[in-house]
């Protein structure tokens, strides 16, 4: 017999599936159509990002297999981590057309806004998710880790300096390895 959290596990692992296939789809033809792209190396770096993303987002949903309470609604403000790190991996690279030349960097800050947005909209569905189904936010330093997250996200969208998303890239890596390092390094 399935339990709970089993049965509605699959919807998540469904979609956060879907948005690795969107990622290493995207970054398949990227290398296909190599000759037709300017590459921009902060798109290539978010591209690996959102994959460690997706995979955390799935670690982390094994610590709610004993949760119990579980409603239409808090399975609705789950899903929409996934949902948000799907659509993440949509903006981050373009279509790839075997007759058109692409430049990533155009693309990067024609998309940067909706991105950026979007980052903050995952960062903030998390401490819902964590509202919803406990009542609270999460410990000091997860709750810490969502903040630093969403500052540098709000501080995208409101710049278009090159040097400031370039520096957001070292910034997220450190901050991404942290937070696995300290909350997340064992499965629980």
């Keep these: 017999m399935m ?18 296939t969107q990622l290493m789809t995207g970054f ?3 290398i296909v159509s190599h000759q037709g792209v ?5 798109t290539v770096a978010w591209v690996a990002l959102l994959l460690i993303f997706h995979i955390l987002t799935w670690w982390t949903m094994f610590g709610l297999r004993n949760y119990r309470g579980w409603t239409f609604l808090a399975f609705l403000v789950l899903l929409l981590q996934p949902i948000v790190l799907y659509l ?8 790839f057309s075997p007759a058109s030349r692409i430049d ?23 401490l819902l998710k964590d509202l919803t189904l406990f009542g609270t936010l999460p ?5 810490a880790a ?8 709000i501080a995208a969208i409101g710049t ?3 040097r400031y998303h370039q520096l957001l890239i070292p910034m997220n890596v450190i901050l991404t390895g942290a937070y696995i390092a300290v909350l997340f390094a064992r499965l629980r």
Excluded: Q
């Design 38 to 42: 300017r590459l921009y190396w902060p």
């Design 104 to 126: 990533l960097k155009t693309n990067y800050y024609y998309n940067a806004r909706w991105f950026f947005s979007l980052l903050v909209i995952f960062f903030c569905v998390s």
């Design 160 to 162: 278009r300096r090159e």
């Design 3 to 20: 339990d709970e959290f089993a049965y509605l596990s699959v919807l998540i692992t469904i979609i956060l599936g879907l948005g690795i």
């Design 139 to 143: 410990e000091k330093a997860n709750l």
């Design 88 to 95: 993440l991996a949509v903006l981050i690279l373009p279509d």
């Design 146 to 153: 969502h903040v630093i997250f969403m500052a540098l996200g």
């Design 28 to 30: 398949g033809r990227l």
